[in-house]
């Protein structure tokens, strides 16, 4: 369980580390298109690496690799949490006893 959560935190701490990125690439606005706040480089990456990508907010450059970077370690962090969650599991009755 222990393990769980901190993979949890890191994929938390994968959203702020990818969002000061943002934020500090956006702050002059030739890479990040703000729409409202400075702090939309924190939103962008909550959305990037949820995989939702709503497009309010678009990358200019090569920047956008740096998202499909963050994406597919997103991806991959997902991956090990489910891989990590499912053994712990209860079996069903009918797996246990053949």
Do not use: W
Request: proline letters at 4%.
């Amino acid at each position: 369980m222990r393990t769980i959560l901190l993979s949890l935190i890191n994929y938390a701490e994968l959203v702020v580390c990818f969002g000061f990125i943002n934020c500090v690439l956006g702050r002059d606005g030739s890479f990040l298109t703000f729409k409202e706040s400075p702090f939309d480089g924190y939103y962008f990456s909550g959305a990037t690496q949820l995989a939702i990508g709503y497009g309010d907010i678009t990358l200019a450059g090569h920047v956008k690799y740096l998202a499909l970077f963050q994406g597919f370690i997103g991806f991959l962090f997902t991956i090990l949490i489910l891989g990590r969650f499912i053994p712990l599991l209860p079996e069903s009755k009918e797996e246990a006893d053949p």
